[in-house]
């Protein structure tokens, strides 16, 4: 290999089972001319070494795609500074687009730059300079620098206070002359000179962040709200100093561009520290994280930091104190407050084998837990990873203000141009025309367009994970409220997804002893929620299964398979009729009207030819959860369809759609089929929501618009869906298109005020019903109006 073209990245791999998997991709990539691959099947990653004169990386990875594999695409955010406007995060988001097989968002109000590429399409410094190249300053964002960005705005705003102070004091005495012309003085109180000593460090030192970000935005090749200020502010001072210095018989206009210029510093500080309070909800998550555990060690209980923690360590919580990380509780019982991971304020119940999260707190007794996840896979790290996303990303509304910012400064910069000449011309006077101009410039402001639609979501999904509604992105935000038919599951979405065996009928021919042994001995190969409610069942009556074989298992059907050599099957009436056994269907009926799922059990021992005959049946009830008729009676008075897909029988599906008040249903659906169902409805063209458990219902939630995964959170299956809802409580389903419903609101009237603004303000200033000082006190207000009406999103609250 040649070493000047050696390169080497690592590549995360989904799908390995096994050893074997791994050995297959490795012996693939090494038959790649110049590659040396190594995969490790414990971390999902394969480490490549490879000359780049003969391969490139997307070789590598349609290698391992063709293997059967899928090479997870690498994702980075980056703080992004000197962005003023809009117009700047749209320059600075086609430039990272630019590069290959990147997909990039940027939010202006986030200051940060989410992107997406092709493993070793590209390097985070070619991503870095790409934003370099356009003007403006990125660093890659990780735990460690979170905090020190934090540290660096602070220091920022306080450094841009005292500036703004001197600002003011220097800017002062120039609007207070002004205020005194306009009572009825004709005089001006301030000698030239002195006007010109005070406004010149404002317009040259204070505002030398305007010309500098103007000169970068130029040289990018484009134009921002720093172009508009700099051009305006200049025009005013320069035209205002070669009066004073010629000594020319016109009035000076030093006290507009300072003023201007003081402003919209103003406006500016005032705008990061409304912005600032739109993180606000993940801050809290953040500081959540205790940075101290008590872990055991030879037989001793030490403080660590909680960083360092692994995977099997164990760790002692007190009352009182936070969980560090995920884990399993091994010895102790108490209540952990779990509000910070699913918004319920009641606590729950902890005892030995049962889960516990990182950041959730424990409440009375001592809790000695083994650490199942940490660092940045427990389940809090996962969801301000999951916010954070969402955050960056953009809703299809905001293309509209995308595409104005685009062409707005170009645009401006026209009409003032035209407003100039035209009022010269018209008045044949230089000094209103100049005035008017200057006015169209500092009266436009692409910002208040910019920051309409993302601090809206970034106040939206931040309230939404504290109640704990986890939004994936913010076109799933925006889609929600247009939900017209919500299909939801049964068991585990309008039940508690914890059946129970209520009755066990023998039709005598064994007891009813022998007949539940029978079946918890056929269902112990089975995974499902039915099969695991015979299994406790017969555990609590003290009855083991016993030995069989030829095991076959058929999806949304039943069981066959032998014991001591005789064929049994167990499964639905209609997979024993399938078989050829004739159950009882009165006897069914009656269970089934209760709401109860019966399974049947047929042995082919007594009968002749292939028949079975039946030995009994068992019935097995799922209780409906106690806010479902409630949910579904809030989600109806919304003006949403609510449908039910469950693959049971007919009569138990129309128990149980009775009973939380569903008028539309669909019974018998199997798992495979449910997808085609979502397609009908939508086929009808009503927009459609899915509420599922977000993993055996995956490919109808994905056929849904929009889908939600209902109790995901006792999982780390988080990303399972578009929206994820931390609590088992269908109720949260009309919490999340709630949320999105006011979160819409918030953007269409912040569009609305953005674009009105502009609208009105814009001509007002061209006929000169507009000074400039006003208007630059306009814009700065006009960013900080659009932030301060996305706050008001924090009185949304949950079951409004």
């Not at 590659?35 to 070789?59: W, Y």
């Not at 980056?78 to 097989?101: D, H, V, W, Y």
């Not at 300053?137 to 705005?153: G, M, Q, V, Y």
């Not at 101290?292 to 995977?311: C, F």
Request: aromatic share 6%; net charge neutral; hydrophobic share 50%.
């Amino acid at each position: 290999m040649n070493s000047l073209t050696l390169k080497q990245i690592e590549l995360a791999i989904e799908g390995m089972t096994c050893t074997a998997c791994a050995a297959r991709i490795e012996k693939t990539l090494n038959r790649l001319p110049g590659v040396r691959a190594a995969v490790n099947f414990a971390s999902e990653k394969a480490r490549v070494e490879f000359d780049a004169a003969m391969i490139q990386p997307e070789d590598l990875v349609r290698s391992i795609e063709k293997t059967g594999f899928h090479v997870v695409p690498q994702s980075v955010q980056l703080q992004i500074s000197g962005m003023t406007c809009a117009t700047c995060s749209n320059r600075i988001e086609k430039a990272l687009n630019s590069l290959p097989g990147v997909t990039a968002t940027v939010n202006l109000a986030t200051e940060a730059a989410h992107a997406s590429f092709s493993p070793g399409a590209v390097a985070v410094d070619e991503l870095l300079a790409a934003v370099a190249r356009s003007g403006y300053k990125a660093s890659e964002i990780s735990e460690a620098s979170r905090t020190e960005e934090k540290a660096r705005r602070l220091a920022a705003y306080h450094a841009e206070m005292r500036i703004f102070w001197i600002s003011a004091i220097l800017t002062l005495p120039l609007v207070l002359q002004m205020a005194a012309m306009f009572s009825g003085g004709h005089e001006e109180i301030l000698p030239r000179w002195l006007q010109l000593l005070l406004a010149t460090p404002v317009q040259f030192w204070v505002g030398k962040r305007f010309y500098i970000a103007a000169w970068n935005a130029l040289r990018g090749g484009g134009a921002n709200m720093d172009v508009l200020i700099a051009l305006g502010t200049s025009m005013a001072y320069f035209f205002s100093a070669i009066v004073t210095l010629l000594a020319l018989d016109q009035h000076v206009y030093f006290e507009a561009s300072a003023a201007i210029i003081t402003l919209v510093l103003l406006g500016k500080l005032m705008e990061a520290r409304a912005k600032s309070k739109t993180s606000a909800a993940i801050e809290e998550l953040i500081r959540l994280q205790p940075k101290i555990a008590r872990v055991e060690r030879d037989g001793e209980i030490v403080e660590v930091d909680a960083s360092t923690l692994k995977t099997g360590d164990i760790f002692i919580v007190r009352p009182g104190e936070y969980l560090p990380v995920d884990g399993v509780v091994i010895e102790g019982t108490s209540s952990v407050n779990e509000a910070m991971l699913t918004g319920e304020s009641l606590p729950v119940a902890k005892r030995a084998g049962v889960k516990v999260y990182a950041a959730t707190l424990n409440q009375q007794g001592l809790l000695k837990c083994r650490a199942t996840s940490v660092g940045a896979h427990t389940q809090l790290a996962a969801i301000i990873r999951l916010v954070e996303e969402a955050q960056g990303s953009k809703a299809p509304i905001q293309r509209l203000a995308d595409t104005i910012s685009g062409i707005f400064v170009p645009v401006v910069v026209t009409l003032s141009a035209v407003t100039l000449i035209f009022t010269w011309w018209l008045a044949g006077d230089f000094v209103p025309a100049l005035i008017n101009g200057v006015a169209v410039l500092v009266i436009a402001c692409p910002c208040a367009l910019g920051l309409a639609t993302p601090t809206a979501i970034m106040v939206g999904t931040g309230r939404g994970a504290q109640v704990g509604v986890l939004v994936k992105n913010a076109a799933a935000l925006e889609q929600a409220e247009k939900i017209q038919v919500l299909i939801v599951d049964k068991t585990g979405t309008l039940t508690e997804g914890r059946p129970t065996v209520t009755d066990i009928v023998s039709t005598g021919s064994v007891t009813e002893r022998d007949l539940l042994q029978l079946a918890v001995t056929l269902e112990q190969g089975s995974e499902h929620p039915l099969a695991k409610a015979v299994m406790d069942y017969a555990a609590s009556m003290d009855i083991r299964p016993r030995t069989m074989s030829d095991f076959s298992a058929v999806t949304g059907g039943g069981i066959t398979a032998r014991i001591d050599g005789v064929e049994y099957i167990l499964g639905s009436p209609g997979f024993l009729q399938e078989h050829g056994a004739s159950p009882d269907n009165n006897a069914i009926a009656v269970l089934q009207a209760k709401g109860k799922t019966v399974v049947g059990l047929a042995s082919a021992a007594t009968v002749s030819g292939s028949g079975f005959e039946v030995l009994g049946y068992l019935a097995i009830a799922d209780r409906l959860r106690s806010t479902s008729a409630p949910a579904v009676e809030r989600l109806q008075a919304m003006g949403i369809e609510v449908m039910m897909l469950t693959g049971d029988n007919a009569a138990t599906a129309a128990a149980i759609a009775r009973q939380a008040g569903i008028t539309v249903y669909r019974a018998e659906v199997l798992p495979q089929e449910k997808a085609a169902e979502v397609g009908k409805i939508k086929s009808d063209g009503k927009f459609t929501g899915m509420v599922g458990d977000g993993i055996n219902d995956a490919p109808a939630l994905a056929a849904a618009d929009v889908s939600f995964a209902i109790g995901a959170g006792s999982d780390v299956a988080i990303e399972a869906a578009d929206i994820t809802l931390m609590r088992n409580d269908l109720m949260s389903v009309a919490d999340a298109i709630s949320l999105s419903r006011a979160t819409l609101r918030k953007i269409r009237q912040n569009l609305f005020f953005a674009f009105i603004y502009n609208i009105f303000g814009i001509p007002l200033a061209a006929i000169g019903l507009l000074n400039p000082v006003i208007a630059g006190a306009a814009m700065a207000m006009s960013s900080v109006s659009v932030v301060s009406n996305s706050l008001l999103l924090k009185r949304w609250r949950a079951g409004a």
